[in-house]
Each structure stands twice: as structure tokens, then as C-alpha cells.
């Protein structure tokens, strides 16, 4: 698979500002104390904006974030005007929204002054293989913990994600995470849906996990569309022996077929799957079939 380099943007700016470092007061830094979106960057616009915007405003609200649709809006527009005079207009675009400076310890400061930061890097070569021929995953053994205050949010707190990473090198595309008691959750970077005895499932994220801008679209638009039924439930590890279709989802990559998880089986790409990859490229730019 390719990954991003998070150490080669070639913009950078905080509220607005051509920048290449954070305060260490930033709290962010100290606490972990924010969030962000990983967002697709086609034809000059960031896809599915809408969606980033929204689910940062409310989840940065959990966080005691304020930050208006506004300011983002603003900062996001000054940005891609930026990329635009370089005449750079495809890629990957990340914006953090920390808590800034100030507070006594863990107490957030009396009037939080968030710092907006993005980032933008370059394209990377398309994995076309998986995205047609499918990804090999193998299962964590790492389980994630349970927080139903911070389920759903793409905070800063990522730790979960990188001690389950490190338990394979490259052999495997990515990892399945589950809770203590055997549900799953999702990958290290990914949302996961499955068909089971003949019904599309994804799981509840209430407990855990991260409620994906691509997940929601899916849920929400896509399987409709396809005239497809979709529920939303707790999925045992010992149900994934019934899976007929598996595929994996984000906001950069779109619909990725799974096509084993090791130990518990393979499939082939399903018929299905490639009509919800096809409902994408053509109702959204920036996901090619």
C-alpha cells in the first residue's frame, strides 16, 4: 500500500499564516488536546467538505473547541488559494484544530483561542491493485479500549492505532481492531463494512472507533442509492466466518474491497462492493473506479 509522508507538506500555515512550527504551550502537544481531518484534494476543491466541516464543529464542540463555521471556512479558502497561485490542485489536505495555549494543566483555558493548521501534501500513486483486487488484513491483537465520551471523534489521541500498527511490518495491507469482547471496531485507518448471511453490516461506533466522513456518506447515501440496505449493529468475531462481500472505506481512498483476513478467511471482490465503488466515481469527483 502507499502511504502519505506526513513529513513532506509542501504548504503549511496556522490561522492562516505560512508556518513550520507549534508553540510548545500548544496544547496539542502537551495533551493531545484536539482534532483533524485527513482530507482529498481533487480539482482544486477539498471533496466532501461539507461533511469534514461539520463533524469538525461538532466534535471539537466535545472537545470545549469553539471554532465557527466561519473561521474554517475562511482559513480552508485562503489555503486552497495558496496551492492554487502554485498552481497545485490535487493531493492531500490535513487540518488540525488544537485547543492553542493556556489553561492550568489538564483545566482548558477560560476562553480557548483554537489554532487551525493545514497542511497539504502531494499526490500519491494510486494502489490500483487493491483497490480492484482487494486487501490482505490480518487481526490485531491489540483491543481497543472503550470511551463512549470520545467514541466517534478523530481526536489527536491516535496511540491505539499506532501500538496495533506495530505489530506487522509490511506483509498485510492493514489491521482489524476489536473491543475487549470481541466486537469489531474497524482498521488502523479505516471504516469496515461487511455482507453477513446475505445482510450489509457496519459496526455501532458508540463505544469506540472513528465515525468516518466516507462511512457516513455510505450509510447515508451510497447504499440507498444502490438500493442497498445497510444496519448498523454490534458484529462478533465469531460471525466473520459468514461474510460473503468485506470492504474497507475512507475519505482518500474511497471503497477498498478486502479480500482475506488472516486466520479467518478469504473472499473474492464482490458484485456489490463494485457497484457501491461505482456509485462513488460517478456521484463524487476524486474516486476513480
Known amino acids: ?16 499564516e505560512i508556518a513550520d512550527h507549534l508553540p510548545l504551550s500548544d496544547r496539542s502537544a502537551a495533551y493531545g488536546h484536539g482534532l483533524f481531518e485527513t482530507m482529498l484534494f481533487s480539482g482544486g476543491k477539498v471533496v ?36 492554487a497561485s502554485q498552481s497545485v490542485d ?22 480557548p483561542n483554537a489554532r487551525i493548521i493545514c497542511q497539504h501534501f502531494v499526490p500519491q500513486p494510486r494502489n490500483m491493485h487493491a483497490e480492484t483486487s482487494g486487501l490482505v488484513l490480518t487481526e490485531c491483537v491489540y483491543r481497543m479500549p472503550e470511551n463512549p465520551v470520545l467514541a466517534g471523534i478523530k481526536h489527536l489521541n491516535r496511540l491505539d492505532q499506532i501500538i496495533a500498527r ?26 469496515i463494512f461487511m455482507k453477513i448471511q446475505g445482510k450489509w453490516l457496519t459496526p ?13 456518506l455510505l450509510i447515508e447515501h451510497l447504499f440507498p442509492h ?14 466473520l466466518s459468514g461474510i460473503s462481500e468485506i470492504f474497507c472505506c475512507n475519505a482518500l481512498r474511497g471503497i477498498t474491497p478486502v479480500i482475506k483476513i488472516a486466520g479467518i478467511g478469504g473472499w473474492a471482490v464482490g ?5 457501491l465503488q461505482k456509485a462513488l466515481s460517478e456521484l463524487y469527483d476524486g474516486y476513480p473506479c
Request: hydrophobic content about 35%; glycine content about 12%.
Open 271 to 275: 458484485e456489490e462492493t463494485k457497484r
Open 166 to 191: 506495530a505489530e506487522w511490518a509490511d506483509e498485510y495491507d492493514d489491521g482489524l481492531m476489536y473491543s475487549a469482547n470481541e466486537h469489531v471496531i474497524e482498521t488502523t485507518r479505516a471504516n
Open 1 to 16: 500500500m502507499n502511504y502519505i509522508n506526513y513529513s513532506e507538506a509542501t504548504l503549511c500555515t496556522i490561522n492562516g
Open 48 to 83: 466532501l467538505w461539507p461533511r469534514h466541516m461539520r463533524r469538525l464543529i461538532n466534535d471539537a464542540r466535545v472537545l470545549g473547541i469553539p471554532v465557527a463555521e466561519s473561521t474554517l471556512q475562511g482559513i480552508l479558502r485562503g489555503f486552497c488559494g495558496r496551492l
Open 204 to 216: 455501532g461506533l458508540d463505544q469506540s472507533g472513528v465515525s468516518g466522513v466516507m462511512r457516513g
Open 90 to 111: 490535487a493531493g492531500t489536505i490535513k487540518m488540525i484544530v488544537t485547543a492553542g495555549s493556556g489553561g492550568r494543566g489538564y483545566q482548558s483555558p477560560a476562553l
Open 226 to 239: 444502490c438500493k442497498l440496505p445497510v444496519a448498523i449493529q454490534t458484529i462478533e468475531r465469531s460471525e
